[in-house]
């Protein structure tokens, strides 16, 4: 398609639309929005929208349609793949949803809340547990990310294995929609069999149908408490066996994180006042957090292990005792990323396959990549229970970093194609973005290709809408 | 469209397609697939077919594109709204998935199931039995309901509470598509952020944008025990306040019917062997079930009721203490449509509103529905821990059974009307269908009806999956 440079006129109508206080064109104030945080990706643009409600924003949208100008929204700036980021040509718009930031409703009895885009993930969490309420979307990036950004790419977590991704905490959306109609889709319904699921749509988009204005969200009953624990295995395969045993046991399985032995040799050299919590050096751990309803069903944790060690499915196991006790194991999970930086350069991939051949896709993959680079450390670790692996790894000990840097799109290659042979997915959490919208036509069925751009094409047929992320058109 | 005629040609080419035993054309043989259970709905056609592999099935699809000719898809026959019967001008062919049959995988490691469109529902709950797991989805119809038309109609049901509709129990799908390529988008992942989540387009469309032909769902750890109580309120305030306790209590709240009085007086006046619980004539009851993991939380239902009693939450309350109690308790649920019949004629309502707004709706509904027609006696019952309400209205006692269904068009319009005003939907878990096509253009919102359209127009541009159902094309 055929863009019309940003001309004076459209910018000045921009900006009228978005009203006193709602746009940015000083180049040092606009920088922070066109750059990613570990300035992976880069973009420009003449205009940030910040508009303070839906019919500004609808209306800068109309705008845009009207003169075929490319919108790209943003919500926290916090996405890992690009997404957020414009072009680097200069020739879209930025329109920062961080002003719509009322929470329009926490219904506690109906157990919803409805947040605008702009509204942080953090102050989401407290408005809920405020009405004595849980709110299970939580991640690392909670004190920036948004609504309207952990909406449109189906943000996962560390909630996913009790509560599901952001897909499914959303009950109703409301939307800009390409050519500048509001979609109001918001609903506290817990059924509505009324016609296509058209929230679906929007959900995990990435911003390129429309623009996700406020959601309608489900909360939970807060558990009485969480407690953690870590245990030890031989191999793979009795983690997996011990998940299954555990999601069957009393309390809710809420984290279930698999640490490899390399990863605890890492955080336990780099990482100060961390120790190994067993005193023998087991080839594979993994974090527990069990989640109760009542302070009677304290023991469940205890008798799980109990149980699991009857069951032989546990080399050797530890309950934390204490707050203290919880965050030092915790340390040595959230310390993995961390501690690889002292041994060299990392390459990654944030990768699911179906629980059951985690063990099968961690050992080929390993392999495939020693193979290929002699010396090097894959550090496979992560939330199994959700079939997520974050499979890294690291440099052969002494090996140059740059060198081994240089071959990050072979090994990409190499474990890529082992997830795909597995009927896994090369993007599991963090999106396509600009990142992958190249990779992904590698693996993806042409026929899903073709239906992702029919739905493009039909719901943003001038691809105003975010254009150069998650799906190109010919 | 224009609509051709179904020609010997087309008719020899789909029956060739289907290949032998794959299709139908006797007028007695056809005659089971032509008309709904209740006979509110009948159509006509000139040919059944009924392919037994997906690339059979993907050709028919294929020619009708080519011909131009309409497809109703049909699995076990069991819909309520009159989706899966063919037009009476006997224009369009009947697509029966029900020899496309196969449990194609079950990998309880992974907790999940592949199942053809034409697995009945009871042999796939067998299927995760056998695996020592739990498939969650489970209904009235579930002997003759199979797969396709439970994920084309998101079907609802008794699971929802804990585990969700169908739509949140389906990880990745298979469908031939309007033009006959076949889609593979079977995935056992809990986690994939690699584009529009495409499997949400089939799910609850009725058959209107493509075939669904298999299905991968999740599967459960199976319960230790399901406990049953049976509790008893002076308003319905107080059930909706005892359900948000009984939620942040130990065990899974996997039931909670609501049940009024004039309910439990029907049954126990009409159906033999049943009797009221309790010594006292309470206003409003529930039924709960608690699925319990383990034996030892044995006395979680226990504790609830003495909780719950302790707060004030409940008037008063039994558990079952055996099999038979179970049972007892449940009769009492499960007979209050048959209760209704000796009662005379009743109008019907699968409505939900937010969980929070059920007592205002049933307040609300009751008192319009008597002003309207004095007299009418009104039995809200149902889910309504998933703000499902099934709002039926008994005809005045003694008056005529006729005249009182001549109004079933105005009380069904002051019921919706309430529904609509509370946020509500006109369709619960039953769908669109032909009931209630015309009856949503006056509740949806506008924008959403025209993007139905246009997701339908960008999918079937020859609009010949399911014409007639879900959504009108002008």
């Known amino acids: 398609m055929e863009r019309k440079a940003l001309s004076d006129d459209v910018l000045h109508r921009l900006k009228a639309a978005a009203g006193t206080g709602g746009w940015k064109d000083d180049e040092k104030e606009i920088a922070p929005y066109l750059v990613e945080w570990r300035e992976k990706y880069r973009g420009a643009t003449p205009l940030v929208l910040m508009p303070a409600n839906v019919a500004a924003a609808a209306e800068i949208v109309r705008i845009c349609a009207e003169t075929h100008t490319a919108i790209v929204p943003q919500g926290g700036n916090t996405g890992l793949v690009g997404g957020q980021i414009p072009s680097a040509d200069g020739s879209q718009i930025l329109l920062s949803l961080s002003r719509l930031n009322r929470i329009r409703a926490v219904d506690p009895r109906?157990?919803?809340?409805?947040?605008?885009?702009?509204?942080?993930?953090?102050?989401?969490?407290?408005?809920?547990?405020?009405?004595?309420?849980?709110?299970?979307?939580?991640?690392?990036?909670?004190?920036?990310?948004?609504?309207?950004?952990?909406?449109?790419?189906?943000?996962?977590?560390?909630?996913?294995?009790?509560?599901?991704?952001?897909?499914?905490?959303?009950?109703?959306?409301?939307?800009?929609l390409p050519d500048g109609r509001v979609w109001n889709g918001l609903s506290g319904l817990r059924k509505d069999n009324t016609g296509y699921d058209l929230k679906q749509l929007f959900i995990g988009a990435e911003g390129t149908l429309g623009v996700v204005t406020a959601a309608t969200v489900k909360l939970f009953a807060r558990p009485h408490a969480v407690e953690t624990a870590m245990v030890a295995f031989g191999d793979v395969e009795a983690a997996v066996s011990l998940l299954n045993f555990a999601q069957g046991h009393a309390g809710t399985i809420t984290a279930f994180e698999l640490i490899p032995r390399l990863g605890i040799e890492f955080v336990t050299k780099h990482i100060p006042g961390t120790r190994d919590p067993f005193d023998r050096a087991h080839p594979w751990l993994a974090l527990l957090d069990v989640s109760l309803k009542r302070a009677d069903e304290a023991t469940a944790t205890q008798l799980l292990l109990a149980d699991a060690a009857s069951a032989?499915?546990?080399?050797?196991?530890?309950?934390?005792?204490?707050?203290?006790?919880?965050?030092?194991?915790?340390?040595?999970?959230?310390?993995?990323?961390?501690?690889?930086?002292?041994?060299?350069?990392?390459?990654k991939h944030d990768v699911s396959v179906p629980i059951s051949s985690i063990p099968r896709f961690i050992d080929e993959a390993s392999r495939a990549v020693v193979a290929a680079v002699p010396g090097a450390r894959p550090v496979p670790f992560g939330h199994i229970g959700d079939g997520n692996v974050h499979f890294n790894v690291s440099q052969p000990v002494g090996a140059d970093k740059e060198l081994f840097l240089a071959r990050t799109g072979e090994i990409n290659r190499i474990v890529h194609d082992i997830v795909h042979a597995l009927g896994g997915s090369?993007?599991?959490?963090?999106?396509?973005?600009?990142?992958?919208?190249?990779?992904?036509?590698?693996?993806?069925?042409?026929?899903?290709?073709?239906?992702?751009?029919?739905?493009?094409?039909a719901l943003d047929p001038l691809n105003i809408m975010n254009p150069g992320k998650l799906i190109r058109l010919p």
Chains 1, 2 share one sequence.
Do not use: C
């Open 110 to 176: 109906a157990n919803t809340m409805t947040l605008e885009a702009g509204v942080i993930l953090a102050e989401a969490q407290a408005a809920a547990n405020d009405a004595e309420r849980l709110f299970p979307l939580g991640l690392a990036a909670e004190g920036s990310a948004t609504i309207g950004g952990l909406v449109s790419t189906n943000a996962g977590g560390t909630g996913v294995l009790a509560y599901g991704n952001t897909r499914e905490l959303v009950l109703g959306l409301e939307a800009v």
């Open 312 to 347: 032989g499915l546990v080399l050797d196991a530890v309950a934390a005792q204490s707050l203290a006790q919880r965050e030092a194991l915790w340390k040595l999970r959230d310390a993995l990323s961390e501690s690889q930086k002292p041994e060299g350069a990392s390459i």
């Open 426 to 457: 090369i993007s599991a959490e963090h999106g396509l973005g600009q990142a992958k919208i190249d990779e992904i036509v590698r693996y993806k069925d042409a026929v899903a290709l073709d239906l992702m751009r029919t739905v493009k094409r």
